[in-house]
């Protein structure tokens, strides 16, 4: 079996929504305010897709997991903003710091593992959740690896039922699928439902095409 880098993956944006569990208008947005940006194929005008490393997609839960807790957009931005000014090695922090907050400020846990800072500069305050990017990367890995693995699905045409192998798309993003059986039967979509609906539309011309050849008195090679 081969290895899976997930760090190589690319995620559209209905992938991303479907893996940080947030709605596309959401991620949009964090996107124009410029928390958390498509690294792999940013936007690049009206009708253009989002590409997204798996990096984005842990920025992005991180991003869901303190707006979750109270913590305002611009207490995020100014977070970011003071972290990466603070720590220049890390170009994106939301998606390798552990933070903190209690919805009303963000805190940076610090290396030592006990060094609380305040990234908003609002004193005073008790941090009461912690957004550990461990845990997080845990949780969104196993999702990841799910969602990216090759699988089986089964599509009815009539009263034949045929096997489609489904498998990620990691350089156009969404899914590629081959009918078994019928050789060179390959289509894609950016969804698992759309993919199972190209497929059902390629078996169709298919065997359309094989019967107008079968007619002809030739056959696929």
């Known amino acids: 079996m081969k290895?899976?880098?997930?760090?190589?993956?690319?995620?559209?944006?209905?992938?991303?929504?479907?893996?940080?569990?947030?709605?596309?208008?959401?991620?949009?947005?964090?996107?124009?305010?410029?928390?958390?940006?498509?690294?792999?194929?940013?936007?690049?005008?009206?009708?253009?897709?989002?590409?997204?490393?798996y990096t984005d997609l842990l920025s992005l839960k991180a991003v869901k997991a303190l707006r979750d807790?109270?913590?305002?957009?611009?207490?995020?931005?100014?977070?970011?903003?003071?972290?990466?000014?603070?720590?220049?090695?890390i170009s994106r922090p939301l998606g390798f710091c552990t933070l903190l907050t209690d919805g009303q400020t963000v805190y940076y846990?610090?290396?030592?593992?006990?060094?609380?800072?305040?990234?908003?500069?609002?004193?005073?305050?008790q941090a009461f959740y912690q957004v550990s990017i461990a845990a997080l990367d845990h949780a969104l890995?196993?999702?990841?690896?799910?969602?990216?693995?090759?699988?089986?699905?089964?599509?009815?045409?009539?009263?034949?039922?045929?096997?489609?192998?489904?498998e990620s798309?990691?350089?156009?993003?969404?899914?590629?699928?081959?009918?078994?059986?019928?050789r060179g039967c390959i289509t894609e979509g950016d969804t698992l439902e759309e993919t199972l609906d190209m497929a059902r539309d390629a078996i169709e011309c298919w065997l359309e095409a094989h019967e107008d050849l079968h007619r002809r008195g030739s056959t696929f090679r």
């Not at 596309?24 to 936007?43: E, H, M, N, T």
């Not at 196993?142 to 192998?165: D, H, I, M, P």
Request: hydrophobic fraction near 35%; aromatic fraction near 6%; include cysteine.
């Open 69 to 89: 807790q109270g913590a305002s957009l611009q207490k995020i931005r100014r977070s970011v903003a003071y972290l990466r000014k603070n720590l220049p090695d």
């Open 109 to 125: 846990l610090a290396a030592d593992g006990k060094t609380l800072v305040d990234t908003a500069k609002r004193q005073g305050q």
């Open 3 to 53: 290895y899976l880098d997930i760090t190589r993956e690319a995620f559209n944006t209905k992938q991303a929504c479907d893996l940080v569990e947030a709605t596309a208008r959401k991620i949009r947005y964090w996107d124009q305010q410029g928390l958390v940006k498509p690294s792999i194929r940013p936007a690049s005008g009206r009708g253009s897709r989002r590409l997204y490393s």
């Open 169 to 182: 798309d990691p350089e156009a993003g969404g899914y590629v699928a081959e009918v078994a059986g019928l």
């Open 141 to 166: 890995r196993s999702r990841v690896l799910q969602f990216t693995a090759k699988r089986v699905e089964e599509v009815s045409l009539g009263n034949s039922v045929y096997q489609v192998e489904i």
